[in-house]
């Protein structure tokens, strides 16, 4: 049987959703009557339209997901959360400017779970370096978050768990 993380952490801004929340987009957001999320110029928003099975999947697997932004933008990033109903997939949020070492050693210290049990997707090399030498299993995503992807990366974790 594969083995699962104990924590899936994921990036937002090119990895859940297509733009800088801080800066291609302008909050506050909103549901219009259509259904759709806009900005306060009306402007539909949308996710990477995958997104949310892979966090449909994750919990069916009962692997935890947490958040970890360096956006600005912390009110606008947690409100999307909330408007496309994912907000309940995390069980942690860690969005404020900063190196994500920070954002892990918050998610190590408030979950316990030891850096070699976790996994991140984020689209910035600079982050995947960052976290990578924590010794997290680290995934590069391309083109927003996908099945492909999240099927790649617990695959890839798999292997590190391999003879442990
Ligand atoms: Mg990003």
Known sequence: ?????????????YTLWPFWVDTHVDPPFHKSSDGTIRDRR??????????????????????????????GEIEGANQLLKLFDLARHFVHREIYPGSKVTHFE?????????????????????????????GVTCIHVQNGMTLQ??????EAFAKTQAGH
């Open 1 to 13: 049987m594969a083995q699962f993380p104990k924590l899936a952490v994921f990036d937002l801004d």
């Open 42 to 71: 009306g402007q539909t928003i949308l996710l990477y339209p995958e997104v949310p099975e892979v966090l449909e999947r994750l919990q069916i697997a009962k692997v935890p997901v947490a958040a970890a932004s360096r956006t």
């Open 106 to 134: 918050r998610l190590q210290q408030k979950t316990g779970v030891p850096f070699s049990q976790m996994i991140f997707f984020d689209d910035e090399r600079r982050n995947i370096s960052d976290v990578s030498q924590l």
């Open 149 to 154: 992807t999240l099927t790649e990366g617990l």
